[in-house]
């Protein structure tokens, strides 16, 4: 009897695991096809997924305002992280004694300082925007646009600054992917930030036809 109450329970576990299974599965497509139907209008639209499904959860799918503000704070973490790389292959190349070599990474440490600086003031804007009342909405919205299209031109430019002969091809190559993925989270977070203020507008004019 005992050996029959025991199967039992462990039948009933095992089904129980498996609804369980099948709600989280769900859950994770719920969350994967609302992200792509956010992602829709990027140029990079699997790494947009990419970057936004960590943050989604069955209790609660991210709003676009969010997923705006999710965005600009990966490119900024990416952004970070390359500034940290090409300073550390600048100081390499400056010990060796070879101006030549730093110089050719000189306008990229500056390009990626400024980028950095443009989505940090980007993440305080979008902050902003529809706290401190809708006549300033348009305006922090002007300000994101405008920063976020710096860091795309700054990333353009010191991919396109580095095809010569000083740095070797390896470490070009790093350098090249790592502005080319901040290229793509920036493209990605104004496309996103778009899709934001587009719907807040539209929702407004709902509420005051």
Request: a positive charge.
């Amino acid at each position: 009897m005992a050996q029959i109450t025991f199967s039992l329970l462990v039948i009933s576990l095992s089904i129980l695991g498996l609804d369980l299974g099948m709600v989280e599965s769900r859950s994770r497509s719920r969350a994967r096809a609302y992200l792509e139907a956010q992602c829709q209008t990027t140029l990079y639209s699997d790494l947009c997924v990419q970057t936004l499904l960590p943050y989604a959860n069955k209790n609660e799918l991210p709003s676009p305002h969010k997923i705006a503000q999710i965005s600009l704070t990966t490119c900024l973490a990416k952004a970070r992280l390359t500034k940290a790389y090409v300073d550390m292959v600048a100081k390499q190349l400056n010990n060796t004694k070879n101006p030549g070599e730093y110089q050719a990474l000189e306008d990229c440490l500056h390009q990626i300082d400024d980028g950095v600086n443009q989505i940090t003031e980007s993440i305080k804007e979008l902050k902003e925007m529809g706290i401190d009342g809708e006549e300033m909405f348009g305006w922090h919205e002007s300000n994101v646009q405008s920063w976020m299209g710096g860091v795309l031109t700054d990333a353009t430019t010191c991919m396109d600054g580095i095809l010569g002969d000083k740095i070797g091809s390896k470490t070009k190559s790093m350098i090249k992917a790592r502005f080319l993925n901040v290229k793509q989270l920036a493209s990605n977070s104004l496309a996103l930030l778009n899709r934001f203020t587009a719907r807040h507008r539209a929702s407004r004019a709902i509420k005051n036809p």
